[in-house]
Nanobody, 121 residues
């Protein structure tokens, strides 16, 4: 059974940093594209960032470009989201996800339970 578990969320002041981690287990994720989505209260879940299985290609939402960095360690089946220059509007539950059939368009079919990130002004 595939399992994705996020960690690293918390409360931080505006301008601060957090690093989210996602531990993947259940099978080899080396060929999966992986990514992060987030959902703020009262809003729809939105795309944040993705990374291909090789780590050679990344994509970011315009709202986080230049501030967030996605990375992965295939040997450890781990994925990370380094978040710098955090803003109150980044407050949301952040979800780790994976696409086992990625062919250029990211449609995750595995999801974690989420970790809360709260940025105070």
């Amino acid at each position: 059974q595939v399992q994705l578990v996020e960690s690293g969320g918390g409360l931080v002041q505006a301008g601060g940093s957090l690093r989210l981690s996602c531990a993947a287990s259940g099978r080899s994720f080396s060929r999966y594209a992986m990514g992060w989505f987030r959902q703020a209260p009262g809003q729809e879940r939105e795309f944040v960032a993705t990374i291909t299985w090789s780590g050679g290609s990344t994509d970011y939402a315009d709202s986080v470009k230049g501030r967030f960095t996605i990375s992965r360690d295939m040997d450890k089946n781990m994925m990370y989201l380094q978040m710098d220059g955090l803003k109150p509007e980044d407050t949301a539950v952040y979800y780790c996800n994976a696409d086992s059939h990625y062919e250029g368009i990211y449609h995750p079919n595995y999801w974690g339970q989420g970790t809360q990130v709260t940025v105070s002004s």
